[in-house]
């Protein structure tokens, strides 16, 4: 681990990210960053993209819809094991 460039942070708050960095993780002038704090450091991460975001939703939804056919057939699988629901 390098132990980084020296900035001077602006008057308001804002700093530069020195342009081998930006080249090497492919963060240009206007793209979005998460700004966090982790283990008592400051930690900018690149934020996801469009396309990233929309493909986990894709995949957390064939979860879900494959969940949901594997409890269908439990549920019925139960409902033949140990019958109706008693009425309370």
Request: charged share 40%; net charge negative; glycine share 12%.
């Amino acid at each position: 681990m390098s132990k980084g460039e020296r900035r001077k942070i602006g008057k308001r708050g804002q700093v530069t990210i020195p342009k081998d960095l930006r080249e090497r993780f492919g963060i240009k002038g206007g793209d979005d960053v998460v700004i966090r704090e982790e283990g008592g450091k400051i930690v900018i991460d690149q934020s996801a993209t469009r396309e990233e975001l929309a493909e986990g939703y894709r995949q957390r939804a064939q979860r879900t819809r494959d969940l949901a056919e594997e409890l269908a057939g439990v549920s019925t699988e139960a409902d033949d094991h140990l019958g109706d629901a008693p009425e309370w």
